[in-house]
């Protein structure tokens, strides 16, 4: 039974209720990846339960946040144009606050850069909000958390869930690996998993609540390991959330391959629940270059996982992450990394150009490869991906998959679903408007393929 959304809105209404009265607003933009959009979720939570309502415009509000991304320097950039506009709102006693990575990265910089903010908080702070806005409440323009030295993490009854049918949990914080290229260690701090106890809670309490798919989220959740005596690990923490009666679709990101192990995939096989789908982040298919990022596998040691996951019982889609340009990657390492695109024949890909990013080793290796050239690099490899994946999306016309219908295109009189792979299958079904499909999980043949998406139409069996 679906109850999520009234049982939700109800504390929203408290809050709202509660504002009436303190008249304290807020508005919060999210910059960066899930763990970010998570993390919002929770701080949300945290200043409505402080009496706190949502405004939609930051001109509406009388606390201007931003959940801040530091994986580039354009992530980062966006941050300071966003502040730069509002510089005069400052004086008319609007509050100004940066959270997340480029906050825990600059520090109390960003007081200089932008003298009109008066809280600078990263992720392993936000135990400590609640505090932190007692503290700009009482008129303290200079509110910082910014210590990583934590083995706490924010788990809080807060969390303010923005998508209806599906939930993130966070099950571990922070990042132990030292990637060459990567800002993560330094702005999440150090690995804290969450004990399986309350993660279990949390898990129970959603499918109590109506939702019937839980994406677990870390930046390594491979390297998960119960702080309890419980011990569970990675793989024994998915059996379980996936047993949980009412929960139908478990999703996991991200994946580090030098932690990734086979029982996870035995793990996945043994329980469909578990979803036919692995993010597996390789960044390059040079062994050279994998070395020179620390990431310590190497190309053989990568595909020696893709085997697992090709080899299981069920059909999985395999996607990854690729960085072009890194310092030292000749003509000869791209084309590795090309090569692999067609060995492993990835289902989707998220590509970037490197980025020197603070602190990091790779800012000081040498043989730094041209904007230009880094361009063109990924212009070559997302054809070459783009080609893949009409291919392999084309293999799939005549197929029955069961999608959770996430939402409408009137436009197009196509609902918009998602498959247990992770592919868009936007579908045509007799109930042609309102939003009762909304939720649902329905069977849907595919009938035409794009690159980036199917479109099918639903069928009564599957
Ligand atoms: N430059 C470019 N891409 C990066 N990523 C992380 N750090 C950098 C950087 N400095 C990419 C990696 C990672 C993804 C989330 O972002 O591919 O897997
Ligand atoms: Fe960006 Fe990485 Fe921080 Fe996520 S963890 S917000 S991707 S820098």
Request: net charge neutral; glycine share 8%; with cysteine.
């Amino acid at each position: 039974m679906r109850t999520s959304a009234a049982a939700l809105r109800l504390p929203l209404k408290e809050a709202y209720n509660r504002t009436i009265v303190s008249g304290k607003t807020f508005y919060l933009e999210t910059f960066g990846c899930q763990m970010n959009v998570h993390d919002s979720e929770k701080v949300i939570g945290t200043l409505m339960a402080q009496g706190y309502a949502q405004v939609p415009t930051p001109e509406a509000a009388g606390l201007v946040l931003y959940n801040t991304c530091s994986i580039s320097d354009k992530a980062e950039q966006k941050v300071f144009n966003r502040l730069q506009n509002f510089k005069r709102e400052a004086g008319k006693g609007k509050i100004f606050g940066v959270l997340g990575c480029v906050a825990q990265q600059e520090g109390e910089k960003i007081f200089e850069r932008a003298p009109h903010v008066s809280l600078v908080a990263g992720s392993a702070s936000y135990t400590r909000l609640g505090e932190m806005l007692v503290q700009l409440e009482a008129g303290n323009r200079r509110v910082t958390g910014l210590s990583l030295d934590t083995d706490e993490t924010f788990d809080t009854p807060f969390t303010r869930r923005d998508n209806p049918h599906r939930a993130y949990i966070t099950i571990i914080e922070g990042c132990d690996k030292s990637c060459a290229y990567c800002v993560v260690p330094f702005t999440r701090g150090p690995e804290r998993s969450r004990t399986s106890e309350s993660v279990m809670a949390e898990a129970s309490g959603l499918a109590a609540q109506g939702y019937a798919e839980i994406q677990l989220l870390g930046q390594n959740v491979n390297s998960y390991r119960d702080p309890s005596p419980a011990g569970w690990d990675f793989a024994a923490l998915l059996g379980r959330v996936a047993g949980i009666p009412g929960i139908r679709r478990v999703r996991y990101t991200t994946s580090h391959p030098r932690d990734f192990v086979k029982p996870i995939v035995d793990a996945m096989d043994e329980n469909p629940v578990l979803c036919d789908h692995v993010h597996l982040p390789v960044q390059s298919g040079s062994s050279k270059v994998l070395a020179a990022m620390d990431r310590l596998y190497t190309r053989d040691e990568y595909m020696r996982r893709i085997e697992w996951i090709k080899t299981a019982k069920r059909k999985y889609s395999i996607t990854t992450d690729i960085i072009v340009g890194f310092p030292g990657e000749t003509e000869e390492d791209f084309q590795k990394t090309l090569d692999l695109l067609d060995e492993v024949e990835y289902d989707s890909l998220f590509s970037f150009k490197y980025s020197p990013r603070p602190n990091t080793a790779a800012l000081e290796m040498r043989d730094k490869i041209a904007e230009e050239e880094k361009q063109r690099r990924l212009v070559i490899l997302q054809e070459k991906q783009r080609a893949i994946q009409i291919r392999r999306n084309a293999e799939l016309i005549g197929e029955v998959k069961e999608v959770l219908v996430e939402g409408r295109q009137q436009a197009l009189g196509q609902w918009i679903g998602r498959t247990s792979d992770n592919r868009t299958l936007n579908f045509t079904h007799p109930e042609n408007g309102g939003d009762s499909l909304l939720g649902k999980y329905l069977p849907v043949r595919v009938t035409r393929s794009g690159p980036n998406s199917l479109v099918g139409e639903s069928v009564t069996v599957v």
